[in-house]
């Protein structure tokens, strides 16, 4: 507050987004086109539509702490910035998520963040996750479609497990289908077998050479975590 990035109103602390230049620097979006959006809703406590809630102030059943502007509690966003700037210090190397968050959450993580402290960046890499789809929607315990790891380990192995996720690239959106996992728990069997050299026939399989093969997938992997391409080469 003292150096002009945020302000109290009404037991609530706003962070003031207009102070930031180039606030919307991870979303690629201008404070423009941010206050354009249709479903966007104003509250009059704010001096800008686009501010964000650093403390807010205490509601009825809500859990609430003293502070110098009444009782209340933490922003959603600050827990994290708090959190991340004790324990890992003032930039991170590598700081991810799933592509939901990249704004608001992470957008204003890393305006409060560097506001703070004066340093920058916040994070010298981010790495956003695509998000678990059942049919055509986000797999979520609110839309009760969750499948979780426990259930799916009672049809599957854990290797099926892992070769279904990596299938596809991390940034890309992963449909959870029994289909595949059908066909990655072929291939997990397929490179157990490798692995132990036995062919279906009792036999013992034939060396090669596997350098060839180790670089593909290192250059496949050294490519933004390129799984696909990386299995790829396994198969």
């Not at 009760?144 to 990596?166: Q, W």
Request: one cysteine or more; proline letters at 6%; glycine letters at 10%.
């Amino acid at each position: 507050m003292d150096k002009g990035y945020a302000y109290s109103a009404q037991g609530s602390v706003y962070f003031r987004v207009r102070n930031v230049p180039d606030y919307g620097k991870l979303a690629h979006r201008s404070l423009e086109a941010m206050i354009s959006e249709p479903h966007l809703e104003v509250d009059k406590e704010k001096e800008h539509p686009m501010d964000f809630a650093l403390w807010k102030a205490a509601k009825p059943g809500e859990p609430s702490w003293d502070s110098p502007w009444g009782r209340g509690r933490p922003g959603w966003h600050i827990e994290c910035s708090a959190m991340a700037l004790k324990y890992l210090g003032n930039t991170l190397d590598i700081h991810g998520g799933g592509q939901d968050l990249i704004f608001p959450h992470h957008e204003n993580e890393i305006a409060q963040s560097e506001s703070f402290t004066g340093t920058k960046p916040f994070a010298r890499y981010w790495l956003h996750n695509g998000l678990v789809q059942l049919g055509e929607e986000k797999m979520s315990k609110s839309l009760g479609n969750l499948i979780t790891i426990k259930e799916a380990l009672g049809k599957y192995s854990p290797d099926a497990i892992r070769i279904f996720v990596l299938s596809s690239h991390y940034r890309s959106p992963l449909t959870y289908s029994e289909v595949a996992l059908d066909a990655a728990e072929g291939g997990a069997e397929r490179l157990l077998r490798v692995l132990s050299r036995d062919d279906p026939t009792g036999g013992v399989g034939k060396a090669i050479d596997a350098e060839p093969y180790r670089k593909q997938f290192i250059e496949a992997m050294d490519d933004d975590f390129n799984t696909p391409q990386a299995l790829g080469v396994l198969f």
